[in-house]
């Protein structure tokens, strides 16, 4: 079974750089989709950004779009999302989730948040003078 552990949240300066990193273990060896989602205490939980099994196959959303990158090292069973000129309604607690591709060219953007069966347990990301 995959298990992901999500790592590099912090406190940032707005216009600052964070990059978190979603580390997969289990069973890596299935083609899946990795997304980043975001949720604030009070609100509900958002989609951020999605990458498919290459680095060609990614999405983002509109509030995240031309700021953040998403990218994955299937070497090292890692995704990551690299988060430049943050602001502060970028806090928030970041979640990776995954799901298993119907195939190997399937674009992640497919896959409803409520698809995703597997979940890390969340970074923290404040954005705060």
């Known amino acids: 079974q995959l298990q992901l552990v999500e790592s590099g949240g912090g406190l940032v300066q707005p216009g600052g750089s964070l990059r978190l990193s979603c580390a997969a273990s289990?069973?890596?060896?299935?083609?899946?989709?990795v997304g980043w989602f975001r949720q604030v205490p009070g609100k509900e939980r958002e989609g951020a950004s999605c990458?498919?099994?290459?680095?060609?196959?990614?999405f983002y959303e509109e509030p995240v779009k031309g700021r953040f990158t998403i990218s994955r090292d299937n070497a090292k069973d890692t995704v990551y999302l690299h988060m430049n000129s943050l602001r502060p309604e970028d806090s928030a607690v970041y979640y990776c989730?995954?799901?298993?591709?119907?195939?190997?060219?399937?674009?992640?953007?497919?896959?409803?948040?409520?698809?995703?069966?597997?979940w890390g347990q969340g970074a923290e990301v404040t954005v705060s003078s």
């Open positions: 989730a995954a799901i298993m591709l119907d195939s190997v060219l399937t674009y992640c953007a497919n896959y409803a948040e409520n698809q995703y069966n597997v």
């Open positions: 289990g069973s890596t060896e299935d083609y899946y989709a």
């Open positions: 990458i498919g099994n290459s680095n060609t196959s990614t």
